[in-house]
């Protein structure tokens, strides 16, 4: 039932491979053999917001859901986009919306005949607050290690989807 009022709805975006929020925006090029849907929730005419429990005044919600496939892999990616840079308020808003998805589909009891990784990205503009860590550590319990990422930089998240690591910068040599 969910999956069919997310493809049934205003929410899916038919041939989006991007999203934006406040002029802040992550995109990604599918490959050969992938399947990638974006959902856009965190509007009023989501109907998921609802049956998720999520359409309260002021409760926090991400901005939109990734579905990703190829082979038998099968990720669900929770995205808040930011141009303030709160990163507080940002993993409010992935965490939540993740507990209350996945309260719906125990409640429902919804035979998926599939497993799927939920992961969270976060795109975030401006500067990083000194609690950094402690926001690190709350998506890496809720997501799992590897499985999250605020990346202020880079639109592309398709290497993150695809569970390609981040290379390092490094640090440079002295002449």
């Given at each position: 039932m969910?999956?069919?009022?997310?493809?049934?709805?205003?929410?899916?975006?038919?041939?989006?491979?991007?999203?934006?929020d406040?002029?802040?925006?992550v995109?990604?090029?599918?490959?050969?053999?992938?399947?990638?849907?974006?959902?856009?929730?965190?509007n009023?005419?989501?109907?998921?917001?609802?049956?998720?429990?999520l359409?309260?005044?002021?409760?926090a919600?991400?901005?939109?859901?990734?579905?990703?496939?190829?082979?038998?892999?099968?990720?669900?990616?929770?995205?808040?986009?930011?141009?303030?840079?709160?990163?507080?308020?940002?993993?409010?808003?992935?965490?939540?919306?993740?507990?209350?998805?996945?309260?719906?589909?125990?409640?429902?009891?919804?035979?998926f005949?599939?497993?799927?990784?939920?992961?969270?990205?976060?795109?975030?503009?401006?500067?990083v607050?000194?609690e950094?860590?402690?926001?690190?550590?709350?998506?890496?319990?809720?997501?799992?290690?590897?499985?999250?990422?605020?990346?202020?930089?880079?639109?592309?998240?398709?290497?993150?989807?695809?569970?390609?690591?981040?290379?390092?910068?490094?640090?440079?040599?002295?002449?």
């Amino acid at each position: 039932m969910c999956f069919n009022i997310l493809l049934l709805s205003e929410c899916f975006l038919p041939g989006k491979t991007s999203c934006e929020d406040e002029g802040v925006s992550v995109s990604l090029k599918p490959e050969n053999g992938e399947t990638v849907l974006f959902f856009s929730i965190d509007n009023s005419s989501c109907q998921l917001r609802n049956i998720l429990g999520l359409n309260q005044p002021n409760m926090a919600i991400c901005d939109s859901l990734v579905f990703y496939a190829k082979n038998q892999e099968r990720i669900i990616c929770f995205v808040e986009l930011k141009r303030s840079g709160d990163l507080s308020r940002a993993t409010e808003q992935v965490i939540n919306t993740y507990n209350h998805f996945n309260t719906f589909l125990q409640k429902t009891g919804e035979n998926f005949n599939f497993t799927f990784t939920p992961k969270a990205f976060l795109k975030l503009e401006g500067s990083v607050p000194q609690e950094y860590q402690r926001y690190k550590d709350r998506l890496r319990k809720t997501f799992g290690e590897d499985n999250y990422d605020h990346n202020g930089k880079s639109t592309d998240f398709g290497n993150f989807l695809r569970g390609i690591p981040r290379k390092s910068k490094g640090k440079r040599k002295k002449s």
